[in-house]
């Protein structure tokens, strides 16, 4: 009976995002691991459903000579998220889409990220709130990384993005959550899921993400980069289902002074 509730609460509980629903909250980057074989493995430890895939940098069928990243992450079993990582023009990442519904059979749902500097990796918010407008005008679902900004955030919703991806800290830095509060207003305003993407360095960073009413979290160089990256993706699946049982379990309010576990009311004397 037990497995059946927790079962039953699970399905409760999905992430839906465009439509569409999916039991894990966790997704995962295809870059920067030695091999395909271990993306394979990395990607099926961490339990994801949905996987990005940056079309400037990643065969997925454009070039038929090289090893081919849907042979071992079959579009049948993941949802393939193609995303526009390497482009610093609005023109250059609506490009991008276009070519990955071409490769992709039509594919509609894309992840649009808009660089700012090569250095920080931060996004040129000016140029991602252009391409968003484009993208969502020619029927694109777009999930876009943009900052921490909240006002940001609201206007990316109103131009139609299906999901709200605010950075935790610079890509690939792991530095974890700077912002809380940033984070939090996000949150508790948008209308359409938010996903922290970047910045998270280990599965504490993935609990707190979710802890703070996120709806998942993305994540690439902290699994690929990892000395053990499937040992790695495990931890963080556990770390993103814990944080949001706690989330939905309420936790208790911050006190000053202690608060005995046990009431010492009605005790004997």
């Not at 039953?8 to 995962?28: E, F, K, M, P, W």
């Not at 029927?139 to 900052?147: A, L, N, Q």
């Not at 706690?246 to 010492?264: C, D, E, Q, T, V």
Request: aromatic share 4%; proline share 4%.
């Amino acid at each position: 009976m037990n497995a059946q509730l927790q079962s039953l609460s699970a399905a409760n509980d999905a992430l839906v995002i465009a439509g569409r629903a999916y039991h894990s909250r966790l997704l995962t980057g295809t870059g920067k691991y030695k091999d395909l074989e271990e993306t394979r493995r990395a990607t099926e430890a961490a339990g994801a459903q949905i996987v990005t895939v940056a079309i400037r940098r990643t065969n997925i069928g454009q070039n038929r000579d090289e090893p081919n990243l849907l042979d071992v992450l079959p579009p049948e079993k993941y949802t393939i998220l193609p995303n526009t990582a390497g482009c610093y023009t609005a023109e250059d990442a609506v490009r991008t889409c276009r070519l990955a519904r071409e490769l992709l059979d039509g594919h509609s749902l894309v992840k649009l990220e808009v660089l700012g500097d090569k250095k920080t990796l931060y996004p040129d918010v000016v140029q991602t709130l252009k391409a968003a407008q484009t993208l969502v005008a020619e029927k694109f679902e777009v999930m876009v990384y943009t900052s921490d900004d909240p006002i940001l955030a609201r206007q990316l919703e109103q131009i139609g993005c299906v999901a709200i991806m605010p950075l935790a800290a610079p890509i690939g830095s792991g530095l974890g959550i700077q912002n809380r509060w940033n984070i939090l207003e996000i949150v508790e305003n948008a209308n359409v899921p938010v996903l922290v993407d970047a910045g998270v360095g280990t599965a504490s960073d993935a609990a707190i993400a979710m802890e703070l009413g996120c709806d998942g979290v993305l994540m690439n160089t902290a699994i690929a980069g990892a000395k053990d990256p499937v040992l790695m993706a495990k931890a963080m699946r556990k770390a993103v289902e814990a944080g949001r049982d706690a989330f939905r379990a309420g936790r208790i309010p911050r006190k000053r002074y202690a608060s005995a576990s046990s009431p010492l009311d009605g005790t004997i004397a």
